[in-house]
């Protein structure tokens, strides 16, 4: 057996099966492109979907790939196994409709066991397969030469995900040796059973049948070979390493820790688990970051947010109290750069996003301890329990850990209601699935366009219009030799100058037409086969297959598409100029009367920055800069720095849009020819669309003109309510805006000493409990912010007092109490304030020294406010 690195096991498995005619399929994005099914790619097999469901027809049916992907399922594992991960990488092989068992068997075979390759000893592999399963067992025994004794049947043997395609799979196992016997109960100790001795390296599943809606299976019309081999796994059994943290993949990130901790891994279990939470947690964090997620409160975000926070609690128990996890980036950068080079590109932003979420979680923490401060005050005073529900909002909400609050309640001499707990976080994660939408399954597609082969044409690049030979009708799924009906039927023709919607542009729509019949493009689209698809509706007469019609494009609608397409060209390179390289596409729609464009970013843009975007793209405009267009092999697009989108899949030779060297992108669309085409470029509006995406809306053209024709005919109207000159109308605002400034003014001063000759007297308010200066009196407040400025007032005169103050406002009633912190020992206000409130039939809480809540029972005003002479001659 070779001792080889990660990165030269992962490009070892390539290249085998790239000898063996397999194309190699780059890894994708984590964040998937088109497929709401998932959060997050979870499996090498996950990117390959269209070609499994036959929506497209892959280059090769032989695929072999190394794909990222993150599982958060079982996240409370990571740390305290040996292989779970919330971030791996998954190495596959697959064939679309070409080879099946046996070359799948001998392929896995020949690269774990020959010594050009990997060169296992034979000896120490098993394999499992399904009971029923007699094909794959005939070719471990047969063809391979297995002894039947290592080769165990197991029922569990069954790939099925639901609906869609499923069969059997055959796993392979490694034998790490006799001194892992004690670690495991006898009878798991087989291939397959729960032990640490024979371990799984390979999943070989062979989908040759269709799970129907029905719950049958038919056979497959073709069948697919689906594996995956963990990296992280066969590294530690190549590398001889305990666990997957003790591989070259995590080390260097182990030990950059231990310098900043000053702890030793492998010296200690809790520690270790520590070691291993971090190094796990900033991988994902890193790469997911790279791909264009960021972190917040929901979605994918808030997986990111859950990892960062697991991570900095366990860097407690290393004594860390610092941010630190971001210098961890350019580790991963350095482990994992040679095959994922964005993540050395991006590790500036990736560090910047990451620091800044440790240090407001450890702001967090100690935000997080004051609540807690509450939860335990009022449990110290009841039943000696922290309710679930509670915890649960201290750790969703607030993203105070679990594990400390049930660590500083035991050392409060409390309890944490555990199954509550559980209860609330089930239930949370039943709510996210049933939001989930679905489509986890893949669909077997109709064979109609996967049977169709013949190429289709486009020249929409050169014209708008040309003539062609009508080769394929297709209605109700159906290739049918003419069509007359009012429905919407699909034609392909040889050649066609429609552009198909992709790359954010919109499709081309238009007529086509000859002697004996008219139709309508509604949409274009393309086929698996990569054919354009026009949906079209009869208007006139029939269309009849080989016969030749004029195909226009509406050239109106086409040219503004262009304009907007080579203006959002411009606007992505100056969102990178003003805001920075981080600034890439997320999505985009290009329109005749708009452009939408989705970028990663963490802030919205302030109207500086938006009017400096704004003047980059009109200046490029007015320099009528001219727009090149040109096929070269991919090679000499990057040396050229052609700009690809990533996640995109780019061919051999690939078209580069060059705007004067300003812009330079990899794309598929039309453009103008040159910049002053466009006229002029306006921004709409900048939003944000979700966890570090915004979208930036604008218009060209004559779309422009008139967007500007709207503001000048408002403000026109301003001024005629202004009675003034348009010229005029901003001065006009700021006058009124200060006469309105001083009136405030005026009116605040009035009513701060109306407030004050209110509360001078005090008299009838005031009264000694227990020696204790007590004011409680009902008085007129605006809303609970007014309540809380007398408050407020009348402290500031009596610092030493117990003051309860209510008010009716809107018809509730709002009620304040502040407590002198030196009684605080004695009485709170917390608890005072949940006597009054629940006296006007409300709730209320807060600090042990202040305390807000309200109620609906208007009529008990002066019963609460009475509570707190009884609630104070009680405890003090």
């Not at 165990?152 to 043997?157: F, M």
């Not at 062609?468 to 039927?489: P, R």
């Not at 392909?492 to 004996?516: C, H, K, L, V, W």
């Not at 305390?851 to 009475?866: F, N, P």
Request: charged residues 30%; glycine residues 8%.
């Amino acid at each position: 057996m070779k001792n080889l690195t990660g990165n030269e096991i992962r490009q070892m498995f390539l290249d085998y099966f790239k000898a063996h005619n397999h194309m190699v399929e780059p890894s994708a994005p984590l964040v998937p492109i088109d497929d709401d099914s998932l959060l997050w790619i979870n499996s090498g097999v996950a990117t390959l979907k269209k070609y499994f469901d036959g929506r497209v027809v892959p280059e090769n049916p032989r695929i072999v790939n190394a794909q990222k992907a993150i599982r958060t399922n079982d996240i409370e594992n990571v740390g305290f196994t040996a292989r779970h991960h919330t971030f791996f990488e998954m190495l596959g092989n697959f064939s679309i409709g070409d080879y099946f068992k046996e070359e799948a068997i001998v392929r896995a075979w020949e690269f774990l066991t020959h010594s050009d390759w990997i060169g296992f000893d034979p000896d120490l592999l098993y394999v499992t397969v399904h009971p029923e399963d007699t094909d794959a067992l005939n070719i471990w025994k047969d063809v391979i030469g297995l002894d039947e004794s290592r080769i165990i049947r197991i029922e569990g043997n069954f790939w099925d995900i639901g609906e869609g395609p499923c069969g059997p799979n055959s796993e392979i196992f490694y034998d790490r040796g006799e001194h892992y016997d004690t670690l495991t109960p006898p009878e798991e100790m087989y291939p397959g059973g729960e032990n640490e001795r024979y371990l799984e390296i390979w999943n070989l599943v062979f989908s040759e049948f269709n799970h129907n809606k029905d719950g049958s299976y038919t056979p497959l019309p073709k069948q697919n070979i689906d594996t995956g081999m963990g990296l992280e796994r066969i590294a530690s059994v190549i590398q001889d390493a305990k666990t997957n943290f003790d591989t070259d993949l995590f080390t260097p990130i182990i030990q950059e820790i231990e310098k900043v901790s000053g702890q030793k891994y492998g010296e200690s279990e809790e520690l270790d688990t520590a070691f291993k939470v971090i190094s796990d947690h900033i991988r994902t964090v890193t790469f997911a970051i790279a791909d264009g997620a960021l972190p917040s409160n929901e979605g994918r975000g808030y997986v990111l947010r859950r990892l960062i926070r697991r991570a900095v609690r366990f860097s407690k128990d290393l004594n860390i109290d610092k941010a630190f996890m971001y210098n961890l980036v350019d580790v991963v950068g350095d482990v994992m750069g040679e095959f994922y080079p964005n993540v050395k590109e991006k590790a500036s932003f990736i560090k910047d996003v990451v620091k800044g979420e440790e240090e407001r979680f450890l702001t967090t923490l100690d935000e997080g301890m004051q609540i807690y401060q509450g939860l335990r005050d009022r449990a110290l005073a009841e039943d000696k329990v922290i309710a679930g529900k509670d915890a649960f909002k201290l750790y969703d909400t607030y993203g105070f850990p679990y594990e400390l609050t049930v660590e500083y309640a035991a050392l409060d001499g409390l309890e944490v209601d555990e199954a509550g707990f559980t209860e609330e976080m089930t239930a949370q994660k039943q709510r996210a699935r049933e939001a989930r939408k679905s489509g986890d399954s893949m669909q077997v597609q109709s064979e109609t366009f996967h049977s169709i082969t013949e190429p289709s044409v486009f020249t929409g690049y050169e014209t708008t219009s040309s003539e062609s030979s009508l080769l394929y009708i297709v209605a109700e799924d159906k290739i049918v030799n003419d069509y007359s009906g009012e429905d919407q039927v699909e034609v392909i023709f040889a050649e066609t100058p429609f552009y198909a919607e992709s790359g954010g542009q919109i499709a081309d729509t238009g007529i086509i037409s000859n002697e004996g019949g008219t139709a309508e493009v509604d949409y274009v689209y393309k086929a698996p086969n990569g054919q354009n698809v026009h949906v079209i509706r009869v208007t006139e007469g029939k269309l009849t297959t080989c016969e030749t019609y004029k195909l226009a494009v509406n050239r109106e609608k086409r040219s503004f598409v262009m304009k907007n397409h080579t203006a959002t060209h411009l606007m992505h390179q100056a969102l990178k100029d003003v805001i920075g390289e981080h600034a890439n596409q997320a999505g985009s729609l290009v329109q005749a009367e708009r452009l939408r464009f989705d970028f990663s970013h963490l802030e919205s843009l302030n109207k500086e920055q938006l009017a400096e975007i704004e003047n980059i793209v009109n200046e490029k405009i007015y320099a009528g800069l001219n727009v090149s267009i040109e096929e070269m092999p991919i090679s000499e697009a990057k040396e050229k720095g052609a700009m690809a989108l990533f996640g995109e899949k780019y061919g051999d030779v690939v078209r580069v849009v060059d705007i004067d060297e300003y812009s330079v992108e990899l794309c598929g669309g039309i453009h103008v020819r040159n910049t002053a085409d466009i006229g002029v470029f306006k921004i709409v509006s900048e939003s944000g669309i979700g966890a570090g995406i915004r979208r930036i809306e604008a218009v060209t053209s004559k779309y422009a003109v008139e967007l500007y024709k709207e503001y000048e005919q408002t403000v026109e109207n301003v001024a005629g309510t202004l009675k003034t000159k348009t010229g005029n109308v901003e001065h006009r605002l700021e006058q009124l805006l200060e006469e309105k400034k001083e009136q405030q003014d005026a009116y605040d001063k009035l009513k701060a000493e109306l407030q004050q000759s209110k509360l001078n007297d005090l008299g009838d308010a005031t009264s000694e409990v227990n020696g204790v200066s007590v004011i409680r009196k009902e008085v007129e407040a605006a809303d609970a912010k007014d309540l809380r400025a007398q408050m407020d007032l009348i402290k500031s005169q009596n610092q030493d007092a117990i003051i309860a103050l209510a008010a009716v406002t809107d018809g509730k009633v709002s009620l304040v109490v502040t407590v002198p912190k030196d009684l605080t020992s004695k009485v709170r206000a917390g608890d005072i304030m949940k006597g009054m409130a629940g006296i006007v039939d409300g709730k209320g809480g807060g600090r042990p020294d202040m305390a807000q809540g309200g109620g609906t029972d208007v009529a008990s005003i002066t019963a609460a406010l009475q509570f707190v002479d009884e609630y104070i001659k009680d405890f003090i």
